[in-house]
């Protein structure tokens, strides 16, 4: 005791406080093992509830999918209902935590709530996002599955997710692109699998020497022997124009959506094919220069 007084002694303090400021050191010392086992506890435990909340929240993630899933709702719908509950539990389940720790959760949503003008600009992209998610779903512009192409920055792809704040596509050399869902609300684009048919449009150049009837002959048999050609639907092969270097004829038909590439594909190759068997020839670009002799 006459070590701590002699250290802790200023010329200021008389013994009596001295003695206190020891009683207080000496308390402290004592409960703080107590006070860290409490923490470990307290710590341990929300560890295990979080684990069991991650786990709890995936049950009920599962069991609304299946139900949404049971009930045939959209694709689009399961994934954006399925995202907002997410992101609604792990938000729950995160004011419970804090809770655990001294935390009040009213305090923190009052304190929220009288700043919510700072929270709303902070976070006005992305409730924009979440309201363009919102009008997608309601008016159905596309869904998942569709093809589109959207005018703002010309992505095109396959929708193969509807979430909360964006929307994913997914193009042709298999790359993934991420679109936010308010500046897909508030922008054009073009749905080319919205409906069951389209229609292809096709152009060919032959070269003034060739049968114009013949070529158009060949490109009516060409889409009447084709299956994937919708017999039902206007074909249509007529001259489109007379350009420089070639007549152009126009080659019109309908498809199926699903089929569209696929009979793309096999008409071309087949033109090709059936003109050089019937010596019809595509031309390439070119110039025909006449020269004439000047006399001095």
Not at 128 to 154: C, H
Request: proline share 3%; charged share 20%; glycine share 8%.
């Amino acid at each position: 005791m006459k070590f701590w007084y002699e250290l802790l002694t200023p010329d200021n303090m008389t013994p009596e406080e001295v003695e206190k400021e020891i009683g207080i050191i000496r308390q402290f010392l004592e409960e703080l093992p107590q006070k860290a086992l409490n923490l470990g506890v307290r710590i341990l435990l929300s560890v295990i509830f979080l684990l069991i909340g991650i786990w709890l929240i995936k049950l009920v993630r599962k069991i609304v999918k299946k139900s949404m899933n049971r009930a045939s709702v959209d694709v689009g719908v399961v994934q954006f209902l399925d995202s907002f509950i997410k992101v609604c539990l792990y938000i729950i389940l995160g004011f419970m935590i804090a809770s655990g720790f001294g935390l009040d959760a009213a305090s923190v949503v009052a304190v929220v709530g009288s700043a919510g003008v700072a929270v709303g600009l902070a976070l006005q992209g992305s409730l924009s996002n979440f309201a363009g998610g919102v009008l997608i779903l309601l008016l159905k512009p596309f869904k998942v599955g569709d093809y589109i192409k959207e005018d703002s920055k010309g992505n095109e792809g396959t929708v193969t997710e509807i979430q909360m704040f964006y929307t994913r596509l997914l193009t042709f050399d298999g790359k993934t692109v991420i679109l936010p869902n308010g500046s897909l609300a508030n922008t054009s684009l073009v749905n080319f699998t919205a409906a069951n048919f389209r229609r292809l449009d096709l152009t060919v150049g032959i070269s003034y020497d060739s049968d114009i009837k013949k070529a158009k002959d060949i490109l009516n048999d060409l889409l009447n022997e084709n299956p994937l050609v919708l017999p039902h639907k206007d074909k249509v092969v007529v001259v489109d124009e007379l350009a420089d270097s070639a007549v152009v004829l126009a080659v019109k038909c309908h498809v199926k959506t699903e089929d569209y590439w696929t009979l793309r594909g096999q008409l071309l190759e087949d033109i090709k094919l059936s003109f050089d068997k019937e010596g019809i020839a595509i031309p390439f670009p070119q110039l025909d220069v006449h020269m004439e002799h000047m006399e001095n």
